[in-house]
């Protein structure tokens, strides 16, 4: 008879395991079945067991391959430069509407409302927006006495094109989760600070910043692991052009399976692209560990002093 001690402590898990289990398949299965793809010669429209065995060919076509090359520079270029002005942007108005102000909810559901909305539908938003003939930024710009800007048409401008419209969808995520931080920090803290005569800026530098850093880590995890796998907006506004200026990764792999019809390729390419993911999110973790780890000895060393 299993003891009532054991069996209460398994009991959770117990509930858990069905679920636990169909998340497993759901995960492994489709890797697993990408890793195997990616070491066969597989075209679209034949069947995946009459594939030539490829070995590491695909892999050694990506490398070589100069459209790779250029397609993963501008995926770290669109992917640190949405993420670093999102965290700006989105931190900076967390800062801002901090305080409660009249008309807070007014603020906060425009600020969220561009994060509802459909990518597909972000997509033609700013495409029409950017249109050199009847778009509105444009004609402001006329109207101004400016120049029109080949925004999509020109190599230019087009992936700062494309960031901008990034930046206007995801910065309200992260001024929600940083917003939540700040409400969240202990106000014995801040009101420490304010007696002991510190500013305002300050206090945003040396109380404020340092203890959200954990969700400010995380939430910039998680938008650098959104931003390698952007599709939609930048399918629809450029396809990947002029050129190659804006073609990342996931459009590339889209590319190579759905146009080129190279499957085996395509399931490398998607490997690559999971290895780096997981590189950054490892790379993320253990600075977290670590900066905990400093933080733990630090306030050892508080308390024993």
Excluded: C, H
Excluded at 16 to 37: N, S
């Amino acid at each position: 008879m299993i003891p009532s001690r054991v069996l209460n402590r398994a009991t959770p898990y117990l509930f858990l395991a069905p679920a636990g289990i169909v998340l497993t398949m759901a995960l492994l299965y489709p890797i697993g079945y990408l890793t195997v793809a990616s070491f066969f010669d597989w075209r679209m429209g034949t069947p995946f067991a009459d594939a030539a065995f490829a070995g590491f060919g695909n892999y050694a076509w990506i490398l070589q391959d100069p459209n790779f090359k250029e397609s993963f520079v501008v995926t770290m270029t669109f992917a640190g430069a949405v993420v670093v002005l999102e965290m700006v942007i989105g931190v900076g108005l967390a800062l801002m509407l901090e305080r409660p102000i009249r008309g807070m909810s007014v603020f906060r559901t425009i600020f969220i409302l561009p994060m509802m909305i459909a990518p597909i539908v972000v997509g033609l938003i700013w495409r029409y927006m950017y249109n050199p003939q009847f778009g509105i930024l444009n004609k402001t710009l006329k109207d101004w006495g400016f120049q029109s800007i080949p925004w999509l048409s020109s190599p230019q401008w087009a992936l700062p094109s494309v960031i901008i419209a990034d930046i206007w969808q995801w910065t309200p995520f992260i001024f929600i989760l940083s917003l939540a931080a700040l409400q969240s920090l202990p106000k014995s803290a801040i009101e420490a600070s304010r007696i002991d005569g510190a500013s305002g800026w300050q206090q945003i530098f040396y109380i404020k910043l340092p203890l959200m850093m954990p969700v400010l880590v995380v939430a910039a995890l998680l938008r650098m692991i959104d931003a390698f796998k952007v599709l939609e907006v930048i399918f629809i506004m450029t396809n990947g052009g002029p050129g190659l200026s804006t073609e990342i990764l996931s459009l590339q792999i889209y590319k190579t399976a759905f146009v080129s019809w190279e499957l085996g390729r395509a399931a490398a390419l998607s490997n690559l692209l999971l290895a780096i993911v997981m590189v950054i999110t490892i790379a993320m973790f253990i600075y977290t560990k670590v900066r905990d780890a400093r933080l733990a000895r630090a306030n050892a060393a508080a308390e024993d002093y």
